[in-house]
């Protein structure tokens, strides 16, 4: 896969009464991409600090190839269907990297 | 180094005569801390697209020690003393983590 990578901020609020549910889907998919998928750099999800229906998660794809191909796994499918009902607001922020270093 | 690990989002607002400094200063700081402290484990800084001097960075730190280490550090105080006056804004989120995996 060539290109530049993708890296992306997912803001998101869960609705409060399927929020345990929502993490453990949320946890398995994350598991599942970066494991399984080359293109699938980093994804990196937190919720806000007493407000813990207030998700972020920084996605890094190798490129957009990655990431379209991404959208396409059976982990995502099954995420994004399992959650549909969950999640109350969804906002996709486009983002440029400035410096992203973490421990090999 | 001990304790749970410290996650944290930084907000930032960059005087725009001041960006390509800020951007510098804050890649090199970056590029220290992963590399020469043991408990800052990533730092991922990120400018928003059609935005870029808004600013965002997902810090992760070992421990509550490591982060007060962190501070005390050159690197760290140089680029707080260089930037002080290239920031008009600076909000500090402390968030928790749900899953955080990136490629080894």
Redesign the interface.
Known sequence: MSGKPV?R?AELEIDPDSLDAY?AL??EE??A???LEDGV?????????NR?TS??I?E?YASREAYEAHLQTPHFLKYKNETAGMVTSLTL????????????
Do not use: Q
Not at 41 to 49: E, H, Q
Not at 93 to 104: F, G, L
């Open positions: 890296v901020m993490r949320l946890a994350i598991d991409s970066v494991a750099l980093a994804l990196n999800a937190v919720s806000i600090r813990p998700i972020r920084l890094v922020v486009d983002v440029d990297p400035i410096a992203m270093r973490s421990k090999a």
